[in-house]
């Protein structure tokens, strides 16, 4: 197992497509996985199931009901889908031909539809281009096609959808200026109101709000309305990027840790540092430019998943989650109360409950965690409200859970 698991990981470091790859080490099962705020959506071979909130439609079965276990979603039942992402509120999804669905929210127009107030059945977004890229935000989308193209659409007020202006789009448009112009992307990830795009030369660009300095470009740069580069990355070979809900990540084919923007609780995993304290209580520490998380340095890092909280998966399978756990998304253990250190985790910790198991993925909502293992068992943890952990009930979880499917 160990031998097979590690020439998977080399050669998805080879190629710098960590998700796919990682995820075919896992049996092919699971196509894909991933949470939002108060949902879950996994894309299995046998089809897509949904679980938690199903408020705006996000669950995608017709109605606003919660779901307390997995649901396969009938309207998807004959499609085959490869690709998933959970938003706020929304969520997004393309097939194998790069078909792009998506359902739930639609206010702002991050449906790819002309805006309406929820869907709650998949919608197929009339695009051209084959998709293979899926991304979703607080209240936006992105995508990226086959030919390397990048097309956001949703709201654009704080400029997170990179077209150089702040007005809202609803059609999927693409993204031709400022440092992207003429480049090809291979990866996109969208915060609550900034995206982060790989280029595929292996640069990182960034755009939309940047009131915690998660763009990455400087303490005075401000928000950026069209696509910048990431000039403190110059130099290293990024294979991968997440973005969280007011900071950012990106890791390298080395295996290395970057963070940076609004540290709350810890999320950037660098301890109490941070070039100044962004309020008078010392809870959100601000890196303006890209660090490297120290306190991971001779780990081998393979993925990582942003959100309130932040988890990494190493070559070997191990899990470190930190940053913000008083909802139990850590997977470390029950907060005893508002002093215990299970409640805030400032540097990387190592997941002991996993320590048995090799994990592929872990996705980080914001009061959640999924985890995807080598062997094609999935766990969680977090808060239980509406269901999202797939467990049967609105339980907190606090040491990861493997969730049964019937």
């Known amino acids: 197992m160990n031998t097979a698991w590690r020439r998977s990981v080399q050669l998805a470091q080879s190629k710098g497509l960590f998700r796919q790859v990682l995820l075919v080490a896992a049996g092919g099962y699971v196509d894909d996985l991933d949470v939002g705020y108060g ?25 606003s009901d919660d779901e307390h276990r997995p649901r396969i979603v009938k309207a998807l039942e004959r499609m085959d889908l490869v690709a998933v992402t959970a938003g706020y509120k929304h969520t997004v999804a393309c097939t194998s031909k790069g078909e792009l669905l998506v359902w739930g929210r639609g206010v702002e127009g991050q449906l790819g539809c002309k805006p309406v107030s929820s869907v709650d059945v998949p919608y197929l977004v009339p695009l051209r281009q084959k998709v293979v890229a899926v991304s979703a935000g607080e209240r936006h989308t992105a995508v990226c096609t086959a030919d390397g193209g990048l097309y956001t659409f949703g709201r654009g007020m704080q ?16 993204v031709k200026g400022g440092d992207l112009a003429g480049v090809k992307v291979v990866a996109v990830s969208c915060g ?21 300095r998660q763009l990455g470009h400087g303490s005075l740069s401000g928000d950026a309305l069209e696509p910048r580069r990431v000039s403190a990355l110059a130099g290293v070979a990024v294979a991968g990027i997440d973005a969280g809900g007011a900071y950012s990540t990106a890791w390298s084919r080395e295996g290395a840790v970057y963070t940076w923007g609004g540290g709350v609780m810890g999320a950037l995993g660098h ?13 959100l520490y601000v890196e303006a430019v890209p660090r490297r998380v120290e306190a991971l340095k001779g780990k081998r890092v393979v993925y990582v998943s942003a959100s309130s909280h932040t988890a990494a998966v190493t070559d070997v399978g191990e899990l470190y989650t930190w940053g913000f756990g008083y909802d139990a998304q850590l997977g470390h253990g029950e907060v005893i109360n508002e002093d215990s250190a299970m409640g805030e985790v400032r540097l990387p910790k190592l997941v002991r409950a996993l320590a048995h198991q090799k994990v592929v993925i872990a996705c980080a909502g914001q009061s959640h965690t999924i985890i995807l293992t080598a062997t094609g068992e999935i766990y969680t943890c977090g808060r239980g409200k509406n269901g999202k952990l797939g467990h049967g009930n609105e339980v907190d979880v606090w040491i990861p859970r493997l969730m049964k499917w019937k």
């Open 159 to 174: 400029g997170e959808l990179g077209h150089g202006s702040l007005k809202n789009v609803w059609k999927p448009t693409r």
């Open 192 to 212: 609550l109101q900034h995206t982060m795009v790989l280029a595929r030369s292996g640069f990182v660009c960034t755009f939309g709000r940047d009131y915690s």
């Open 271 to 283: 301890g109490l540092g941070g070039s100044h304290s962004a309020d008078d209580v010392g809870l």
């Open 39 to 63: 949902h879950s959506v996994i894309c299995r071979t046998d089809g897509v199931f949904t679980m938690g909130c199903g408020r705006k439609g996000r669950l995608a079965h017709g109605s």
